[in-house]
């Protein structure tokens, strides 16, 4: 299929390449001209801006829109909504707030113009791994996508079917699914992430307390000099806490056992609040998810050896690049 590609960053410039190597055609835009450039030395055909990829389009166009969520977003698919005609869809597959899902689906149905929005997890491993997406929309319209997330998603590699699935839709057991209707696919995206900084919180504390019992404050006989790059490895190998993240925490530990390059001052990229937020509105007890947020925001005033943890882990699955220590003593 050919399919436009607008943000060409750490996702979507892979997301381009994945597409390509399963012989997809991209037109790609962004408006960094080196990122173009990167892009069509890949094999990707260059358009100079929003129109310029609209008319290198055969209809009925797809256009995949990768940006930060926010202005930007709302910005582009505003201008798609003028450009492109009855048949077309726009998919955003960024992290966007599931209400503004449901409104821009509700502007462009006005004009034609289907919306998708693929909630797509895989951060910078993605070429090589494939992306987990989560996907709203209209049935028909996914559907006739499908090559494109087909070529994405990772497939169902090693992992053992889930007893009990006969009967239920294939898609799934390859890392993609149609959750519903427009909103629906960053709604689950949204709840998935908020998982995510409890897992990722439940790691960083359970490391610093492993960490802290070399402390001279305990006594002398029951301090323990625990290596946490081998605790994070042999976690890896059979433990029931085994995870991706705990790859990714030993990949990290491995490098730089104390992670001193790390300031510990760990951002949120929005997810986590409006996850709280839906809970609050479903009056849905969340505490683990709630109290990781909170977590994110006290790190922005003291930093923990967990909150570094944090950090790294955020670093190695999503190349996010936080504060650093500029001595090594944090």
Not at 70 to 76: L, N, R, S, W
Not at 97 to 120: H, M, N, P, Q, S
Not at 172 to 186: D, F, L, Q, R
Request: glycine share 14%.
């Amino acid at each position: 299929m050919q399919i436009g590609i607008v943000g060409l960053g750490r996702m979507g410039a892979n997301i381009g390449r994945r597409l390509m190597a399963r012989g997809h055609d991209v037109v790609a835009y962004d408006r960094e001209p080196k990122a173009v450039a990167a892009a069509t030395a890949a094999g990707a055909a260059a358009a100079s801006g929003l129109a310029d990829m609209v008319a290198k389009l055969t209809p009925p166009r797809a256009v995949w829109v990768m940006l930060p969520a926010g202005k930007i977003t709302e910005d582009t698919i505003a201008a798609l909504g003028g450009l492109l005609a009855p048949g077309d869809v726009v998919i955003d597959g960024g992290n966007t707030f599931y209400k503004d899902d449901i409104r821009r689906a509700a502007a462009l149905k006005e004009k034609g113009i289907v919306y998708v929005d693929c909630g797509t997890s895989g951060g910078v491993w993605g070429f090589e791994r494939g992306y987990c997406m989560m996907i709203g929309g209209e049935k028909a319209a996914v559907d006739r996508l499908d090559p494109i997330f087909a070529a994405l998603a990772p497939g169902a590699g090693e992992i053992d079917r889930t007893p009990g699935r006969d009967g239920r839709d294939p898609r799934v057991e390859n890392g993609y699914m149609h959750a519903g209707p427009a909103g629906a696919g960053h709604f689950v995206k949204m709840v998935h992430n908020g998982i995510e900084y409890g897992l990722m919180q439940a790691y960083a504390e359970g490391f610093d307390i492993l960490r802290g019992k070399s402390s001279p404050g305990l006594p002398e006989a029951e301090r323990f000099d625990i290596d946490l790059a081998d605790v994070a490895e042999v976690w890896r190998r059979g433990s029931v806490v085994a995870s991706w993240l705990l790859d990714l925490t030993a990949i990290a530990l491995a490098k730089s056992p104390q992670l001193a390059e790390f300031e510990g001052s760990v951002d949120d990229s929005g997810e986590g609040r409006w996850t709280v937020n839906a809970a609050v509105e479903e009056a849905v007890a969340a505490p683990v998810i709630t109290a990781a947020l909170f977590a994110r925001f006290r790190s922005r005033i003291e930093h923990s050896f967990g909150e570094k943890m944090l950090s790294a882990m955020r670093n190695e699955f999503g190349g996010h690049v936080e504060s650093r220590a500029t001595d090594g003593k944090k």
